[in-house]
C-alpha cells in the first residue's frame, strides 16, 4: 500500500534512507513529495531502494533531486546521473525535489546545502551509485524469475532482457526486488560506456518554464490562503519601538496587523491589498547601533584593522627576507565594496501553520536550515514541519539566508491560514546579507636577475562563516576567506597570505564565488602589475611561472589561441586573467574599446577545465550566466550606505548588464578525464582582473577599486 507522506514520521524517513545498507522498502512515499498515481485497474505500489529512487509497480520512476534548481542545471544534469546508471532515458525519469533529510547531506560541504558549485561534484559518485543499485537489485529480480545468471541480463530504458530475448519492465519486478539485500560493492560504468553523461541533454525544467507550469515560490497557491507584506527597519539592524495599524486595519481586504520577529506584517485577502496597507502602518523604528553607518567608516574601519598582522593562511618560505632582500619591491592597495545578490525573484514563503503540523513553501538552498528555522518560528518541534521546496528565481547564494521564513510562519499563526509572504524588490535590496567589502594589499619582490621570488597578500575583510557558525574559524582560521589566494598557483619560493578579519557591523553573505572574486581581483590584476614592472607581456610572464601546472597551461594557452590574445582587432585591447576554483582550471581573456572615456566589454573569450563533464551545454550556460553575473558587478555594483540605510533600492540605481551591454562570449571546454570541477561559479571571478588588465591596456591607467562608474576613463 502506498502511504500518505502526512502519514511519515522522522523516524520511518531516515529508515527508509538508510535501505540501501539494509533491505528494499516497498510502500513508502519519501515525506513531502507527492505520491506517484495510482495504477490504472488496481493501487500502485512502490519500491525504494534508496533515498534517491522510486519504482513503482506501474513503470513509473520518480529521482528525487537533492539540490535546490535556481538556473544552474541541476534539475537535468543530476537526474542525468542517476538515469546514466539505471539505464533509463532521461524523459523517463519524473524528478521531484527531496523533503529535508539527513540522507542527503551535501558531502563536501555538510548539510543539506545547495552551494559552492558542488552539485555535481558531490552527486557524482553517490547519484551514480544509487542508480546502480537499483539496476542491480531490479535486474536480479528478474533473472532469479526466469531462472539465469543476472550477468547476463541487461538494461534496454527500462526493460530488462534476458539472454534468451525475454523481456520485464522495472515495474513488473519491483516488489520482488524489494525483497533483496542491495549488494555492498555496486560496479559503476566507465566513462566510455556512458550514454547521457558527457552528452548534450535538453533541460527537463524548459517545457515547464515556457508553458508557465513551472512552479517557482512566488507561484504557490493554497485554499484559503491570505498574503501579507512586510514592513522592516529601515536602518540594517533597527527594530520597532512602537506602531499603530488601526489605519491599515481599516483598509479593504486587511485580515490583521501582526508584530514579527523582522517587522511588521500586514495580511490581506491581496498581496497588492497588504502592500498598500502596510504603508498605512504608523511604525516608530529604533535604528540600533548601525544608525550613523556610512560608506566612509566601513572603508576606515577596514583600513585600520589592516593595520594589524592578520591570521596566516598560507606561508611558504620566508617572505619578510626575501623582500627585505629584494632587488625591487612592487607594493598596490586594493579596495571592493559591498554587493547585492539582486535575485530576480523576491524573497518570499508560503506557510501554514496548524495544530498537526506546519508547512512551509519555499524557494532555499538550505532545505534543513529552513526546516528549523520554521519550527522555532512557529514553537514546534522540526520534525513537525514539512519544506517543499519550489524552483529558486536565482540563488547566488542569497537563498541561504532563511531571514524571509520567520515572519511567514508568525504571521500564518496568528491568523490560523496559509498566509503567503512577499518581499518587494525594494525590500529585498535594502534588506540583503551583502557580499562582504575588502581593503586588501599585496606586495611582489624580485632579485637582481628579474625573478619573482616572493608574495605577499594581506586581507581585511569580514568572515561569512563566522556569521553562519559562530567560534567555527577560531582553531583554524575561515578558508572561505582566502580562496583563490591561498592556492596562488604560481612558481614563486616565498608566498604568504594572512587575513584580518574586521567585522562592520551589518550581515554578510555568500555571493556568487564568495571570495574568489574579491581575492582573484587583487591577486590577478597584481600579476599584470608585477609583469609590467618586468616589461614583460603578461601572457609570457605568467606561463613561465605556470611552468608546472599543467592543467593552468592547458587552458591558457587555448585561450591564448582561441583570443590571439595580443593582437586585437583595430581599436580594441586585451586583458587576461587565470584562477582555479571549486576544481575547476579557468583562463579569460577581455577584449574591449573605449569611447568618451567609458569601456565597453565586447568579447570575451573563456577556456576550461572541469574535469568530467555531465551536459556540456549546461557548462556553456553557467559559463556564459557568470560572465554577465560578473561584468554587471564590475561595471556597476555596488551597495552605498548612508546613516545605516543602504541607497540602492532597484534595478534603476544597482545596474545590471542589459542585452546591449552583453558582449559576445566564447566557450572552450577542455575534455578532461579528472574528477568534475564546480562551473557554476568560477567564470564569475575572472572577469574583474581581465577587463581592469585590458583597461591599462588601453589607457595606461591601473584600476584597485571597483566599480568601474567610479571612474572616467580618458
Known sequence: MAADTADISRRDFLKSSAAVSGGLLIAIALPGCKPAAM???????????????RIGTDDSITFYCDKSEMGQGVYTSLTMLVAEELGVGLARIDTQFAPPGDAYINTLIGGQITGGSTSVRDGWDKLRKAGATARTLLVTAAANQWGVDARNCRVEDGVIVSPHLDKLKFGEVAEA????????????????????????????????????????????????????????PPVLGGSVKTFNGEKALAMPGVVAVVPTSSGIAVVADSWWRARKARDAVTIEWDGGPNAALNDAKISQTLRKASADAGRIMRSDGDVASAIKGAAKVVKADYELPLLAHATLEPQNCTADVRADGVDIHVPTQVQQIAQATAA?????DVSKVKVHTTFLGGGFGRRLEVDFIPAAVEASKAVKKPVKLVWTREDDMTHDAYRPPAFDQVTGAFDDQGKLIAWKLHL??????????PGSTEKNGDPFTVEAAANYPYDVPNVQVDFKRQEIGINVGFWRSVSHALNCFVAESFMDELAVSQKK????????????????????????????????????????????GYGTYMAQVAEISMADGKTQVNRVFCALDCGMQVNPDTIVAQVESSVIFG????????????GGRVQQSNFDSYRVARMNEAPRIDVYVLDSQEAPGGVGEPATALVAPAVCNAIYTATGRRLRSLPLTRYKLA
Open 376 to 380: 522555532k518560528a512557529a514553537g514546534v
Open 177 to 232: 526486488a524489494a525483497k533483496l539485500t542491495p549488494p555492498k560493492d555496486i560496479a559503476l560504468k566507465p566513462p566510455a560506456q556512458f550514454t547521457l553523461v558527457g552528452k548534450a541533454q535538453k533541460r527537463k525544467d524548459t517545457p515547464s518554464k515556457v508553458d508557465g507550469t513551472c512552479v517557482y515560490g512566488i507561484d504557490v497557491r493554497l485554499p484559503g490562503m491570505l498574503y501579507a507584506a512586510l514592513a522592516q
Open 460 to 469: 581585511t575583510s569580514c568572515s561569512i562563516t563566522e556569521r553562519f557558525f
Open 631 to 642: 561584468l554587471s558587478a564590475l561595471m556597476w555594483g555596488e551597495i552605498n550606505i548612508q
Open 537 to 580: 607581456d603578461s601572457l609570457t610572464f605568467r606561463r613561465a611561472l605556470l611552468a608546472k601546472q599543467p592543467r593552468y597551461l592547458r587552458v591558457l594557452d587555448l585561450v591564448a589561441k582561441e583570443s590571439r590574445f595580443g593582437y586585437p582587432p583595430k581599436g580594441r585591447f586585451h586583458g587576461l586573467a587565470v584562477m582555479e
Open 39 to 53: 495504477a490504472t485497474g488496481g493501487e500502485t505500489r512502490y519500491a525504494t531502494p534508496n533515498a534517491w529512487l
